[in-house]
Nanobody, 123 residues
């Protein structure tokens, strides 16, 4: 089992920045691919970013490329999502996800999910 707890959400104005954190506990964090998804009411959960384990590769949704950066610190069992130049359309609940393969994370088929943290961007 892997437990995931997100933090760092909040309210910012357009153009601002936030950094989300996802702390993992349970099984060895370093062998899991990690990712971030987001969801607004009435819509499907949307892939945002993912990061592999081992040889680190990162993946991003087109809507956030160049603005968001995913990273991980295996010593702290934590994955981060640095969000810059935020837009009102980034407003959503952001969820952390973990799975043994980055393919499963990107596909939204992760075995483990956090409870989510709200991000609100006002214009």
């Amino acid at each position: 089992q892997v437990q995931l707890v997100e933090s760092g959400g909040g309210s910012v104005q357009t153009g601002g920045s936030l950094r989300l954190s996802c702390a993992a506990s349970g099984r060895t964090f370093s062998i899991y691919a990690m990712g971030w998804f987001r969801q607004v009411p009435g819509k499907e959960r949307e892939f945002v970013a993912a990061i592999s384990w081992g040889v680190v590769n990162t993946y991003y949704a087109d809507s956030v490329k160049g603005r968001f950066t995913i990273s991980r610190d295996n010593a702290k069992n934590t994955v981060y999502l640095q969000m810059n130049r935020l837009k009102p359309e980034d407003t959503a609940v952001y969820y952390c996800a973990a799975d043994r393969t980055v393919r499963a994370v990107v596909a939204g088929e992760s075995a483990y999910w956090g409870q989510g943290t709200q991000v609100t961007v006002s214009s």
